[in-house]
């Protein structure tokens, strides 16, 4: 199995999983210096592949990807998130359709349904409007070309990953562990997320499964408010310093807000597309296909999730 983007959030653990199960895992490296054995140069920006490379590899699994929400939309960083997927992704499609891997999963995401505060969308619904709607769409057009070639190919469209880690949590958290975390914005705006450990399993059941072609939503079968997620998140926080004989904030509420004028003024378009935006997305071919979340509720996701351990 090769992946990309390895050292990310998803990738680090998706190798660690695999490796556990037994699988033989490869990883694709910008850095071309004292390389291990299971690790491979590419440069995705020149193009540049090892011949023959997925013709060795019975799956792929594409996440490299400048992350999304880490600074403001800049010209510029538009420019990067953009290149960072096309680039990558066009490279790795044009070298499946010499070498004809068995199986390819490609990372997008839920922003490519727009932002509704009531509608409830799942694979079936068209895309939506804005930068990261257009951005997955160009993404996802890309490998569009490999089903008419006959080569089994997922598109897993990630929602907000839950981990203290990295991603949103990880920030949240130093705030809301002193007892003065809250809603953003609004707090009435939809939040689709999923647990890593679930899309680590997701992952593997996608692997395993490969007449699951197409486009898959990664996400909980609940998804919640942002208001509900902060009061959630500031409960089981608060219960866990409680259990623990921690020194404890003064309250377990999330009543601190912060208001949508403060985060566009500071972030502009990247807030309003990214923690502003409302996707109330469910995972209906997940569903029907069987696969099991260990995480359905977000009691579940955040309890585990804290206590920092991935079973």
């Not at 699988?23 to 850095?31: A, I």
């Amino acid at each position: 199995i090769l992946v990309s983007g390895s050292t990310g959030l998803i990738g680090s653990a998706v190798v660690a999983a695999l490796r556990q199960r037994g699988d033989s895992v490869f990883t694709l490296v910008r850095h071309g210096r004292g390389l291990s054995g299971t690790e491979i140069y590419w440069r995705p920006e020149d193009f540049f592949l090892p011949d023959g490379l997925l013709s060795e590899m019975d799956t792929v699994i594409h996440l490299a990807g400048s992350p999304i929400a880490d600074s403001r939309w800049t010209p510029a960083q538009k420019k990067v998130l953009w290149n960072s997927r096309i680039q990558s992704t066009r490279l790795l499609v044009n070298q499946a359709l010499v070498d004809r891997p068995k199986r390819m999963l490609f990372a997008s995401a839920t922003g490519y349904y727009g932002t509704s505060m009531d509608s409830v969308v799942d694979e079936s619904a068209g895309k939506g409007t804005g930068f990261l709607s257009d951005l997955c769409a160009a993404w996802e057009h890309e490998t569009a070309v490999l089903a008419s070639e006959g080569l089994s190919c997922a598109t897993m469209r990630f929602g907000v990953i839950l981990s203290p880690q990295g991603g949103a949590l990880s920030k949240m958290l130093p705030v809301f562990r002193l007892g003065l975390g809250g809603a953003v914005g609004s707090g009435y705006q939809w939040m689709s997320w999923i647990s890593l450990r679930d899309v680590v399993g997701a992952i593997l059941f996608l692997i395993d499964k490969p007449s699951l072609t197409g486009v898959v939503n990664m996400t909980s079968p609940e998804p919640i408010t942002n208001a509900v997620f902060s009061e959630t998140l500031a409960r089981i926080l608060y219960e866990r310093r409680l259990a623990d004989g921690d020194f404890l904030p003064l309250w377990p509420g999330a009543f601190m807000r912060v208001p949508t004028w403060v985060l566009r003024a500071a972030f502009g378009e990247m807030a309003k597309e990214t923690v502003l935006a409302s996707h109330r997305v469910l995972p209906s071919r997940l569903v029907s296909s069987g696969f099991q979340w260990k995480d359905r509720s977000i009691d579940s996701a955040l309890t585990n999730v804290l206590s920092r351990r991935l079973r």
